[in-house]
């Protein structure tokens, strides 16, 4: 079996499970968010629920358009923290103690290897950085979740994408996944399991973050790195339950290989409007941009923090590019400020956000008018995503936006 079949077959109490096979299986977190977790809870007061299956494996996290942006988000908040208040859900963030759910939850130690994770947000599959399997679903089967501790999934086929090399310089986990979703393509590894095997350990825990944020942008079911010392240092202090490390069978069957060459990479941008659509730096054109966006679930961790103030130290961005930076989670943000990075940011002409999604989805914090270009660090670049449907965004590093801010196009210095 490969690591995500292991894991799958562990949580539904079977010997072996076969790509193709439905089962049932119990969860370790159910998560929600302040756009999902209203819905779930309509749905699990609706078939007449009285409590939560475990208080302490329900999570809900208040970040997509928190601190509220008008009366809907301030009602939807307000009805999930009432249920949290009602079931005594230990996990309930919301605003001064919360940050990016998928920032959040790994550097709070709620979730970790061996689990078996759902979540009403598609990028739930971050988690398998941590070793997890970890899924986005929908609102209804995060009802059904909350209310019985159980899921079912279809088991799916592994895709084994074999990191080959060292880095080469200002290559971080986004332009890895970048590169890999140009390579196989938006649906590519569709209700596939990526896992991330080989040189890995040239690869740090917020880059295992981004790089399993992404795998659903190829269609994959989740995203997966086996636990190893650099995971184990990670959740020394954080993770309070024991580390269980599970490793893909040497016959594991995968439906394909797939190599990367780590040392051979550029700096990776995606063109509207696929992620897939990707070009290397030294073929991006002259594009001029309005707005850079440094932050996201996939890039608002403080490595991504540090590598945007080394490029912005002692400059100042473009006078027509607004540049926007989010930290993840307060955690993070309390760090940027120690380390001077805040300072950093501001001295050189970027404001500095709450933790929030904001912008990522088209919320609030940065929505972009008719025709202009953002080059952002997020996840998703469809029509629409981040504002006007005639808006363009542009998905990079830290380190190619930030470079992108000074020079006010695409491209770095």
């Known amino acids: 079996m490969t690591l995500s079949q292991k894991i799958l077959a562990k949580k539904a109490g079977k010997d072996s499970v076969r790509a193709g096979e439905l089962i049932t299986a119990k969860l370790d977190l159910v998560l929600g968010n302040d756009i999902t977790a209203p819905v779930a809870i309509g749905e699990f007061e609706k078939a007449g629920c009285k409590a939560v299956f475990d208080k302490t494996k329900v999570c809900m996290v208040m970040d997509h358009f ?50 078996l994770i759902i979540g009403a947000d598609s990028h739930t599959c971050t988690y398998g950085a941590l070793g997890a399997f970890s899924t986005g679903i929908g609102s209804t089967d995060m009802a059904y979740g909350m209310a019985t501790g159980t899921a079912w999934f279809k088991v799916p086929h592994g895709i084994k994408v074999v990191l080959k090399g060292k880095k080469a310089k200002n290559i971080c986990g986004k332009d890895i996944i970048l590169h890999l979703i140009g390579l196989i393509g938006v649906d590519g590894a569709l209700y596939q399991s990526l896992e991330f095997v080989g040189d890995v350990g040239e690869i740090s825990i917020d880059d295992r973050l981004t790089i399993c944020n992404m795998a659903i942008e190829a269609g994959a079911k989740n995203g997966i790195f086996a636990v190893d ?81 080394a490029v912005l130290k002692g400059k100042k961005v473009h006078n027509d590019v607004r ?41 609030h914090m940065g929505i972009l008018a008719e025709g202009e270009r953002c080059v952002a660090t997020t996840n998703r670049i469809f029509v629409g995503r981040m504002g006007h449907v005639k808006s363009e965004i542009y998905l990079a590093s830290p380190f190619v936006a930030a470079c992108s801010a000074i020079l006010g196009k695409v491209g770095v210095l």
């Open 66 to 115: 928190t601190p509220n942006k008008d009366i809907k988000s301030a009602q939807q908040c307000k009805q999930c923290r009432e249920f949290a208040k009602k079931h005594d859900i230990l996990h309930f963030y919301d605003v001064g103690r919360m940050g990016i759910e998928h920032c959040l939850l790994p550097e709070q130690g709620i979730v970790g290897p061996n689990d």
């Open 229 to 309: 010392k650099i995971t184990k240092e990670y959740l020394k202090g954080r993770f309070k339950r024991e580390v269980v490390e599970v490793k893909a069978d040497e016959d594991a069957e995968y439906a394909r290989v797939v190599e990367i060459d780590l040392s051979k990479l550029k700096p990776t941008v995606a063109f509207p409007h696929l992620p897939s659509n990707t070009r290397t730096i030294d073929n991006v054109g002259d594009i001029k941009i309005d707005q850079v966006v440094i932050g996201s679930c996939t890039n608002g961790f403080i490595s991504d923090m540090r590598s945007a103030a």
């Open 323 to 363: 540049t926007i930076i989010i930290p993840g989670t307060n955690e993070i943000y309390l760090q940027a400020i120690k380390e001077g990075l805040v300072e950093t940011f501001i001295n050189a002409g970027a404001i500095v956000s709450t933790p929030t999604c904001g912008p990522c989805l088209g919320g």
